[in-house]
Nanobody, 124 residues
């Protein structure tokens, strides 16, 4: 059984920054790619960022490219999402997920374990 616990969400003003963390347990973390997704009110869950098992390859949604950075620390079984220049439209529940694969992937169906989510609210 895999458990993922996100933290670091909160309320921030537009232009500010937040760093999300995701702690993983119960699986050989370093074998699998990880991802971050978000779900805005009334919207479907959308891909934000992905990172390969080694951390050497990453991918981002166009909406966050240049503002968000995904990273991982396999020694700590953790993945992070640094979010800068936040906008009100970034307001959402953010989820981390473990992939079925070692390389970066973007579809929710490529991920088989999910955290419970952390709320990020960006005020204008």
């Amino acid at each position: 059984q895999v458990q993922l616990v996100e933290s670091g969400g909160g309320l921030v003003q537009a232009g500010g920054s937040l760093r999300l963390s995701c702690a993983a347990s119960g699986r050989t973390f370093s074998l699998y790619a990880m991802g971050w997704f978000r779900q805005r009110p009334g919207k479907e869950r959308e891909f934000i960022a992905t990172i390969s098992r080694s951390g050497t390859s990453t991918g981002y949604a166009d909406s966050v490219k240049g503002r968000f950075t995904i990273s991982r620390d396999n020694a700590k079984n953790a993945v992070y999402l640094q979010m800068n220049s936040l906008k009100p439209e970034d307001t959402a529940v953010y989820y981390c997920a473990v992939s079925r694969y070692s390389g970066p992937v973007t579809s929710p169906s490529d991920y088989n374990y999910w955290g419970q989510g952390t709320q990020v609210t960006v005020s204008s």
